[in-house]
């Protein structure tokens, strides 16, 4: 599980909560049902408008896959599992055909099993997964766009509700229960707003964000993966291998690689 994510949603959620029963005794003025109405019921009616409903769910399902998947970065892994196979290939040439399936990085295991099968000119290989590689870069972009773009809509419902909620103030004044309407009204409002600015920076934002985060690291893996297959294909030395790859690294992640030493 990605205890990062988790552990954000909840501290968010604590801050929220915590700041709402501190300011006041009464805390039930914060729950107002045509506020939220408001709010929710707009974004979703935004939402639906802008983007296809199966699009939508199909993205609820990659955001929690994600969000409750392993935290560790992908750049890692592959880089692992490719000085692997360059000490395998060192003492069998079979070595990449006879552990292809073993492969875990699904993006390393498509490259190896194109090489493995042949047919296909090196320089079409290369072509083919760096096509491969932009395309999912800018797919998955896509995913990270369209929270960024709802994350939009609640802050807007929610001055809209302010809107409603003033008009209604003004429109009661003069009225001989018009004091009694002032509550109200200023209360729709400003939880209005309330609402609209946490629903936006509290979930759309960062998911948007969190989104984008895995698209560069995705995208980081797979320009491994595309050097990788040059240095297996010439059998370059393991240590030529590892010190080259590692090239994409931080100083500080080379040593989080879990790599034997080279005998």
Known sequence: MNISSILGLLIAT???VGGILSSTSNWKIYLNFHAFIIVVGGTLAATLV????????????????????QGSAPHLKVIEEVIDLSRGIQSNDNYLAENVDKIKIHFLKEAIQLQVDGGISDAKIDQVLKKRSEVHFIRYEEEAH???TVAR?????????AVAGMIALMGGLGSPDSFKQIGPAMAVAM???MYGIAIANFIFVPMGEYLSKLNKEDHLMRNIVIDAVKLLRSREHPVVVEEHLKSYLLSSERSMLNTPKAS
Do not use: M, N
Request: proline residues 8%.
């Open 153 to 161: 809509f609640p802050p807007a419902f929610g001055l809209l509700g």
């Open 191 to 193: 939880v209005a707003t």
């Open 50 to 69: 802008s983007f296809p409903i199966k699009q939508l769910v199909k993205l609820w399902k990659v955001f929690f896959a994600k969000i409750l998947g």
């Open 146 to 148: 369209v929270f960024k």
């Open 14 to 16: 604590t801050v929220f």
